[in-house]
């Protein structure tokens, strides 16, 4: 007799659920896009103990007949493809069949249903995949679906569940994120008997995060939009090709690649991942290639440890993306990734040295009650809706916008959005001295890093740096210039300002191939690791156009008789193996523009003038003056803020005159 055998149709769905079904959230997103798929404009999700006792999503969707909703039920049954040919063009969120069947085996499931072309509804009823009630009812236009005690037959796969406060805050980050991707639609969230979230429909993204967040987060967060022509793939770097749009403007033409969102500010550093979110043809993903990207864009505005927030809209054709190489549908594979990593990295690149955003001393933050939408807790709700409003609120993973939750809840029913709109910020009075600069509880790191400036908006405009105005007071320590101008008290680091004016130099003169360079006394002979040497091997050439000559020396040694000008003989042996065990730290392949920045951005270190180092006068103005030229004065080029402005407004809040 043979070994092998065909699975028991049950188990087969188990297997499934168990690549589909990972927790409570899991099932809200299946649920949730079935729903959006089937044309819905408003969808209520109502859960209970985090989703492990209730999930219910209604919706007002096209629903389904008799037959159909019988059908949905069996495995890789779907409405949405038919041929395999389909499958290199998806244009709708769900496609597999795998999902109700799935869910439907590990827990007990209650579908109402009526298409909208039909007198009655049809109500089935399921239980760890068998269907035992199959009615016709009375029913509205549209789906609901009801699943209780999920993974009541399968008690291994129940015990891996998180707290109830845990899975509460995936389901309330899962569907506030596809609020945002969907701002023409209405969204509720429930839990027990509190508004989680009651999003009513709005004509834009931008008016969908006031409406969610406030104006405080609005604030924080840069606009990006930039549209690629296909045709146009190919063309020389930089690219032609970028050109920005205004949100919301003509519809892109569908044979584009388009790019919409939002991005944060340099000064908005978090730990983790867990902020960035995006969106590709309206599907949340996880994708390493757009991470990568975004890493790229925020490189030498960033330190290398933290990360930005962001919430972005990738749209394209649908053949240009695959969505079917997972289960859960969350990874994706691109036909042309080095075209969407360009296109991405340079766009948010673009955004960013636009905008130039100036880091501020932030004060405690909160959502005015008016302005953010209804996502708190009242003060009688359970500990588990009082921790997953915390989550949307930053204070745990998944990490949304790190804004402290509104005081009472407010449910925004008729909402309406102007750019006029003045929200006042109930913030906290900073009592005599200026606080360490954090937002959502993270701090900025202590090494030396820094972030970008801003071109095109008004003096006078909130977050515009007028560096050429500034007047200088003094030296704080010797390490800080203190300035004055009409638009407030400016503490520069002058390290890391004259570290941004000496590598964007040090880059020009790479370009032009006139870097400038110094003969040292008696060469400087170092020893190195066989690591390093292959490192070494491998940016020579360029070390060598950085203003370096260095050749090997023996085994494992370097002679370096020549360095770049402005670096002390001394620092020259550390800047060099500090260089090389940085690539030799590295997981990827870099390219030439990274080991570039890297070597421009260690020269640019060691050549700075230094903390503890006082500075006269005409020195201090020399300064400010080079940085107001350069083209990213806001940060060095580690990430580390170059400069921090406490506004009049501040200052006159502090001395109780607002």
């Known amino acids: 007799m043979g070994r092998i ?197 709005v004509a834009s993204y931008r008016e969908r995060v006031y409406q969610v967040f406030g104006k405080d987060v609005l604030d924080q967060l840069i ?188 449910v925004a029913e008729r909402f309406h959005f102007s750019e006029s709109i003045a929200v006042e910020a109930n913030a906290a009075i900073p009592v005599a001295q200026f606080p360490r600069q954090t937002f959502g509880g993270a701090q900025h790191p202590g090494a030396d890093h820094c972030a970008p400036a801003m071109e095109d908006a008004e003096p006078g405009d909130a977050g515009v740096p007028v560096l050429s105005s500034l007047k200088p007071l003094g030296q704080l320590r010797d390490s800080f210039i203190l300035a004055v101008n009409p638009e407030g008290l400016w503490i520069i680091d002058q390290h890391v300002a004259h570290e941004r004016v000496l590598f964007e130099k040090v880059l020009r003169q790479r370009a032009q191939q006139q870097v400038e360079s110094q003969r040292l006394l008696m060469p400087i002979v170092i020893e190195i690791t066989p690591a390093q040497q292959a490192v070494f091997a491998e940016i020579s050439e360029e070390l060598r156009k950085n203003g370096f000559e260095a050749e090997p020396f023996g085994t494992r040694s370097i002679a370096i008789s020549v360095a770049p000008a402005g670096v002390e003989a001394g620092d020259v042996e550390h800047m060099l193996h500090e260089l090389l065990e940085q690539f030799a730290r590295e997981d990827q392949a870099l390219n030439l523009e990274q080991i570039r920045g890297r070597i421009a951005a260690s020269i640019a270190c060691h050549a700075a003038i230094k903390v503890n180092m006082p500075l006269e006068q005409n020195k201090m103005e020399w300064l400010l003056g080079e940085l107001a030229n350069t083209e990213c004065p806001m940060s060095c080029p580690h990430g580390r803020p170059v400069v921090l402005r406490y506004s009049i407004k501040d200052i006159q809040r502090a001395f109780k005159r607002t």
């Open 5 to 201: 055998h065909v699975l028991p149709e049950h188990v087969a769905n188990k297997i499934a659920a168990g690549e589909v079904v990972e927790r409570p959230a899991s099932v809200v997103k299946e649920l949730l896009e079935n729903s959006l798929d089937a044309g819905s404009t408003r969808v209520k999700i109502q859960v209970e103990a985090g989703g492990k006792k209730l999930i219910q999503i209604t919706d007002d969707g096209c629903g389904m007949v008799r037959d159909d909703a019988l059908l949905a039920f069996e495995r890789h049954a779907t409405s949405k493809i038919k041929n395999a040919e389909d499958l290199l063009n998806i244009a709708t969120l769900g496609f597999r069949g795998e999902a109700l069947p799935s869910i439907a085996s590990v827990s007990r499931l209650r579908l109402e249903t009526r298409a909208s072309d039909q007198d009655s509804g049809t109500i089935v009823e399921i239980a760890g995949g068998k269907i035992f009630r199959v009615d016709e009812a009375g029913l509205p236009t549209g789906t609901s679906i009801t699943i209780r005690d999920l993974f009541f037959n399968t008690p291994a796969r129940k015990k891996f569940l998180k707290a109830e406060s845990t899975e509460l805050s995936h389901i309330a980050s899962l569907v506030t994120h596809y609020a945002l991707a969907h701002p023409d639609k209405h969204f509720e969230l429930h839990s027990a008997t509190n508004a989680m979230l009651v999003a009513p429909p």
């Open 223 to 410: 606009s990006v939009a930039a549209e690629l022509p296909l045709a146009h793939i190919g063309l020389p770097q930089p690219p032609p090709w970028l050109r920005e749009k205004q949100e919301d403007s003509t519809p892109a033409d569908p044979g584009n690649l388009r790019l919409h969102g939002f991005i944060s500010k340099p000064e908005i550093q978090k730990l983790n991942r867990n902020s960035i979110y995006t969106f590709v043809n309206g599907r949340l993903i996880r994708d390493r290639l757009i991470q990568h990207a975004l890493t790229d864009a925020y490189r030498n505005i960033l330190p290398p440890t933290v990360f930005p927030v962001v919430l972005l809209f990738l749209e394209m054709p649908n053949a240009e993306v695959d969505v079917n190489v997972h289960p859960s549908k969350t990874e994706v594979r691109f036909r042309q990734q080095t075209v969407i990593h360009d296109f991405l990295r340079d766009s948010v690149r673009a955004a960013l040295m636009k905008a130039r955003p100036v880091p501020q001393f932030v004060t405690e933050i909160r959502a005015h009650p008016t302005a953010g939408l209804s996502l708190t807790p009242g003060a009688r709700a359970a500990s588990a809706e009082a921790s997953a409003w915390q989550t949307i609120s930053g204070a745990t993973a998944p990490d949304i916008f790190a804004l402290q939750a509104p005081l009472q809840p407010v």
